[in-house]
């Protein structure tokens, strides 16, 4: 099985990646871009990670729409 986080979050990659509707990998991409966005108590924060993963994108190259 996965490994608990050790970053102050409460949920796993896998976790992440079902709320979001994107892949593990994906989501590893999009915390080395500091795109995910954690809410204090360590929660994912779902509206906020899709919003700045949107900004930091070129829209004419693809990706869903909001």
Do not use: C, F
Request: proline share 3%; aromatic share 4%.
């Amino acid at each position: 099985m996965g490994r608990s986080p050790q970053d102050g979050r409460t949920y796993t990659n896998l976790e992440a990646a079902s709320a979001l509707g994107i892949d593990q990998a994906t989501v590893k991409r999009w915390r080395s871009r500091g795109w995910v966005v954690n809410r204090a108590d360590g929660s994912l924060d779902v509206s906020a990670t899709r919003a700045r993963a949107n900004s930091g994108r070129d829209p004419t190259h693809g990706g869903r729409q909001d």
